[in-house]
Antibody
Framework: EVQLVESGGGLVKAGGSLRLSCAASGFTFSNAWMSWVRQAPGKGLEWVGRIKSKTDGGTTDFATPVKGRFSISRDDSKTTLYLQMNSLKTEDTAVYYC?????WGQGTLVTVSS | QAVVTQEPSLTVSPGGTVTLTCGSSTGAVTSGHYPYWFQQKPGQAPRTLIYDTSKKQSWTPARFSGSLLGGKAALTLSGAQPEDEAEYYCFVSYSGIRVFGGGTKLTVL
């Protein structure tokens, strides 16, 4: 069974940093292109960014609102995906989901206070 | 950045058929945009129904199908059930960047 479990969310002040983790199991993580998607309270889904598999180059792409502030990395030996969020803004407040696009985690809430 | 458009809301009768569409500000949506469709119910994480235009997950009910229609990606629900009431999102790829549509709130009434 595919499982994606996010952790690391919480309350942080504007300008601060936070690192989210996503533990994956039940599929060949090293072959998967993985994404982070967020959902602000009462709003729709917003794609944050994606990392390719290492065999496909391991490169990352990001949505314009987070480019230069967020980074994505992966540790295939631990089957874990990471989202490093710096210079956080109040508008980054959202539930953050880890997804392979075929499977989704349950999300972790990030709240950025002013 | 491209904008992906969906109907904000649709209503279908139980047992009826409805088509949700997903358009792109850059022009026609094609198979090369690898459109996906996701279902999200209140308080739950999204789940993937359709990927790469028309491929289904093992859990996708047979009454859901994906296609390209008139320059848009389309999700057709044939034989709507009360449990299909949810928000539906499409997702399109543009050379590495992915963009979600704003979502369609589907009511089964």
């Amino acid at each position: 069974e595919v499982q994606l479990v996010e952790s690391g969310g919480g309350l942080v002040k504007a300008g601060g940093s936070l690192r989210l983790s996503c533990a994956a199991s039940g599929f060949t993580f090293s072959n998967a292109w993985m994404s982070w998607v967020r959902q602000a309270p009462g709003k729709g889904l917003e794609w944050v960014g994606r990392i390719k598999s290492k065999t496909d180059g391991g490169t990352t792409d990001f949505a314009t609102p987070v480019k230069g502030r967020f980074s994505i990395s992966r540790d295939d030996s631990k089957t874990t995906l990471y989202l490093q969020m710096n210079s956080l803004k109040t508008e980054d407040t959202a539930v953050y989901y880890c997804t392979s696009a075929l499977s989704w985690g349950q999300g972790t809430l990030v709240t950025v206070s002013s | 950045q491209a904008v992906v458009t969906q109907e904000p809301s649709l209503t279908v009768s139980p047992g009826g058929t409805v088509t949700l569409t997903c358009g792109s500000s850059t022009g026609a949506v094609t198979s090369g945009h690898y459109p996906y469709w996701f279902q999200q119910k209140p308080g739950q994480a999204p789940r993937t129904l359709i990927y790469d235009t028309s491929k289904k997950q093992s859990w996708t009910p047979a009454r859901f199908s994906g296609s390209l229609l008139g320059g848009k990606a389309a999700l057709t629900l044939s034989g709507a059930q009360p449990e299909d009431e949810a928000e539906y999102y499409c997702f399109v790829s543009y050379s590495g960047i992915r963009v979600f549509g704003g979502g369609t709130k589907l009511t089964v009434l």
